[in-house]
């Protein structure tokens, strides 16, 4: 009796399925582009992060920028990935260090939002490989110490060296939205969650900042970001 | 419907942002350590208690007034290899020149740096009236406070 209960559950089941995906057929006949095909490379996005070039000019630092691209691959998903460099000054509580270097994040978006025709908005979540070469120059720091006698300011010599040679690797989960603004032009903005996989330490020091990853805290290997990006997309085939 | 999710998503920037943690450097980690000074008596060699009407550390303005004693901790100079101090003692002024190797400890991002020394032994004294008859070495490292580190005779 129960066995009979199940099998009836299972093929309601997939009659319910399969109408399911017949409707989501519909639509996209409805819709009049090309169907049954994996591919859809239909367009190639890139642009630039805004926020990077304000954050630079604003804190009197030499010029930071990102490059963002994507590839549409699918309906939904893209590759995609970006290009920094970043060159900032970074006051901490006890140690002012200037942080310089490049970053190459590359990985893809998925796309969650369903269009309506002739819009091409989107809400997406993807991840990313990233991988960061830089260096970090210690500018001044403030030595612990219960006496404050003497300063214990230090801004020349000892450990105000420049740390080279340097690179960390990490994941990132990206959430982000993009909305056509003009006709192929772009506004978006994400916010990333990173998580640190590797970092060559160097002595007597430690990464307090990696360029794409941002802040690394005491003990902890996660991250965040964000960018804000105007992308303009180059169309292969015409829209309807 | 898209334009109210840029505006979550906005809210959520300013909200990661500005909860990020602090780190606090916990009391009790390593802390730079003073340098410890032992008064001996110059004929017998036996610790012997001193009142220093002064102690005023040369480029300094503040000075440390009437120590009691015969272990006196003072702070070296973190930016420096040199650390001169004006003692005086009975109305009568002695320089005492610490030569020092200063070297500095990453700890972390909350506490930073912290400060070792190693006393050179070219520390001396530039005598006034020469209430200070002699310096010597006791333990030249300095990580922590539980050891003299140089003793004046007088």
Known sequence: ?240 | MIKRYHNILFLLVIIILGCEKDDICIEGSENTSRITIGFIDFENKSSKGINLNTIRGIGIDSIIEDFNGDKLKLPLMVNSNKTKYVFEYNETLDTLILHHQTIHKYLNRSCGYISNFIVKSDTEISKNHGWIKEVSIENDSIFNEEKTNILIHY
């Open chain 1, 1 to 240: 009796m129960k066995k009979k209960q199940i099998f009836l559950f299972i093929i309601s089941f997939i009659f319910s399925l399969n109408s399911i995906f017949s409707q989501t057929e519909n639509t996209e006949s409805d819709s009049l582009i090309k169907k049954d095909k994996l591919l859809n490379i239909n367009k190639l996005r890139f642009g630039i992060d805004l926020s990077n070039p304000i954050l630079s000019s604003s804190n009197d630092d030499n010029l930071s920028y990102e490059i963002v691209g994507d590839l549409q691959i699918t309906d939904d998903l893209y590759l995609a990935g970006e290009y920094g460099s970043i060159d900032r000054y970074i006051e901490d509580e006890n140690i002012n260090f200037n942080s310089v270097g490049n970053y190459l994040k590359i990985g893809f978006d998925y796309n969650m939002f369903n269009n309506w025709v002739g819009m091409d908005n989107s809400i997406y979540v993807g991840l990313r490989y990233a991988s960061s070469s830089f260096s970090n120059k210690v500018d001044s720091y403030t030595v612990r110490s219960g006496d404050a006698y003497f300063s214990n300011l230090v801004d020349n010599g000892y450990e105000n060296i420049t740390h080279n040679n340097l690179n960390g690797n990490w994941i990132e989960i990206v959430t982000g939205v993009k909305v056509e603004t003009f006709k192929n032009i772009y506004l978006g903005i994400s916010l990333r969650l990173n998580k640190l996989l590797s970092d060559t330490k160097p002595s007597n020091f430690d990464n307090l900042f990696i360029p794409g990853f941002n802040k690394v805290t005491d003990d902890n290997t996660w991250g965040s970001g964000f960018n804000y990006t105007l992308t303009y997309s180059i169309p292969f085939k015409k829209r309807k």
